[in-house]
């Protein structure tokens, strides 16, 4: 690593200090030294050229040129070995499509989801729990890399990315925590961002666990070798569907898919399923995550017209809303949905007033576990915690319904928040344990890295599981070893 970083130091300081101007000698016998300088300042010619054709730049006052970077909120937590997390804490409400044109809006996470906060603590638990252990990993701590995504696929891989470099800056190709080695990857948390993900966490084999990705895509062990998961395989939950169809007689059924990889591949194989036991299908719509309406009026015009009672759902709750305020708006109150496990259990506050719409819904969804002592965990935070400031505070004043004073003024509460105001007094989907789900995949697969990383420790020479016998070495191992 120490001569590759020195030869591309020379390379660019070559490729600057000469530019363009290429000198040659002009004697007549060039000797290999000076062949080989000149076939180096080719190449870093060449490399720069690469470089400023394909990478999009801008430009500061001083006109000089930089990479074009993404602000990411996370939390860098040290440790002997990291851990690599991308997992989404707010959303975006503020959508605005593109036009091309304008310059397109810069992307903001704006709400703070208290199910993917209860997610983020699912996360700093595991980790916590495991380092208390003094009979697992003894000696060795975890530490963990985590970045919010907001579920947006350009935050995702900007993120992953950032994880790999080990610093507060992407850099492709290039590890900056030399001693510090990264285990793997907790997420992402959809199918599409997995998908995107993994096809670059592959080319490094680092080891990926996602604890919600479910497109049966993935299980491709070619296309993604180094990619794993804690839930189960659309495969499998779209057969449990169209078995659910079936076992009520409901012989004529609308499709609704999100147009993603999540989407789309899960209701294909639910047509494939219902279509080979004898049902038919009335009717096929795509929910266009591209629009801020979802394509809601379409949907509802098709829904609205047909004779199907029943509508088989595979997308989110957060997709579903603007189809649920279709709903209501047009009064359809004859349809029955049959819910995937992206929605069925969803903790978004806003599809609570659509009950009276999804009366009689049925659906899948994922195992509910149990996490001893996650519960007094969760209740411990507090703003002076050393949680990223503005989440852990944005959390309190939503929670609470006060306003800290930090800024000068008080808010539309009307309510100061003083910091003593105890969690354990109010019930919401931040503290509520009684259906974790998604939290506790998150929490399995910190679980099954640590449980890798402990049998490469325990690996017995001559008898581990690489060539010729072999084993790695837990204070230096290549990420493809950890599986």
């Known amino acids: 690593m120490g001569r590759e970083v020195q030869l591309k130091e020379k390379c660019y300081n070559q490729c600057f200090t000469i530019g363009t101007r290429i000198f040659i000698p002009t004697t007549v016998h060039i000797t290999m030294s000076v062949f080989t300088s000149i076939m180096l300042t080719l190449y870093c010619l060449i490399w720069i050229f690469i470089l400023t054709s394909l990478v999009p730049t801008s430009y500061n006052d001083d006109n000089q040129c930089k990479l074009a970077s993404i602000s990411l909120e996370g939390i860098q937590h040290p440790g002997d070995i990291i851990i690599g997390a ?3 804490v707010r959303v975006v409400d503020n959508f605005k499509e593109i036009s091309f044109t304008e310059p ?12 993917y906060f209860q997610q983020l603590q699912a996360l700093l638990f595991a980790v916590e729990e495991i380092n208390r252990n003094e009979n697992f990993l003894p000696n060795i701590t975890l530490g963990f890399h985590w970045y919010d ?3 947006i696929i350009s935050l995702n891989i900007a993120a992953m990315l950032q994880v790999l470099s080990g610093d507060k800056i992407a850099i492709p190709n290039y590890r900056c925590l030399h001693n510090v080695p990264l285990s793997g990857f907790i997420g992402s948390s959809s199918s599409t961002l997995s998908i995107a993900v993994a096809h670059i966490l592959g080319l490094y084999k680092y080891p990926q666990v996602s604890y919600y990705s479910t497109s049966s895509v993935l299980s491709d062990r070619n296309k993604f070798p180094s990619f794993f998961r804690t839930v189960p395989s659309d495969a499998f939950q779209s057969k449990g569907l169209a078995k659910l169809v079936l076992h009520f007689n409901w012989s004529w059924v609308g499709l609704l898919g999100v147009d993603n990889d999540y989407g789309q591949q899960g209701i294909q194989l639910v047509k494939q399923e219902i279509v080979r036991a004898g049902a038919c299908v009335a009717f096929t719509e795509n929910i266009l995550t591209s629009r801020q309406d979802r394509n809601a009026p379409k949907i509802i015009k098709v829904m609205k017209k047909s004779t199907a009672r029943v509508v088989i759902t595979f997308a989110t709750g957060l997709d579903l809303v603007p189809i649920m305020t279709e709903m209501m708006r047009e009064n359809i109150r004859d349809k029955v949905f049959v819910a995937s ?7 978004l506050q806003k599809m ?3 009950s009276h719409l999804l009366f009689g819904t049925v659906g899948l969804a994922f195992f509910n576990g149990i996490i001893p002592g996650f519960q007094e965990f969760l209740n411990k935070l507090h703003p002076n915690m050393t949680l990223p400031d503005n ?5 309190w004043e939503e929670a609470f319904n006060c306003t800290f004073l930090t800024v000068g003024y008080l808010g539309p509460q009307g309510k100061v928040c003083t910091g003593e105001e105890r969690l354990d007094g109010i019930r919401n989907s931040y503290n509520d344990v009684s259906n974790l789900r998604v939290s506790y995949n998150i929490y399995t697969a910190v679980h099954v890295l ?4 402990e049998d490469l420790r325990k690996c017995i020479e ?4 690489f060539l010729y016998g072999r084993c790695a070495r837990i204070q230096n191992f290549s990420p493809w070893q950890v599986k």
Not at 341 to 347: H, R
Not at 450 to 453: G, I, Q, R, S, T
């Open 86 to 88: 991308v997992l989404p």
């Open 104 to 115: 397109p809006p810069r992307t903001t996470c704006t709400t703070l989801h208290f199910g």
């Open 149 to 151: 995504s907001c579920g």
């Open 341 to 347: 496990e992206g929605w069925s259990v969803t903790s």
């Open 352 to 354: 609570a007033s659509f």
């Open 391 to 395: 989440l852990v505070m944005t959390f």
């Open 450 to 453: 640590a449980k890798a990383l």
């Open 462 to 465: 001559n008898n581990g599981p």
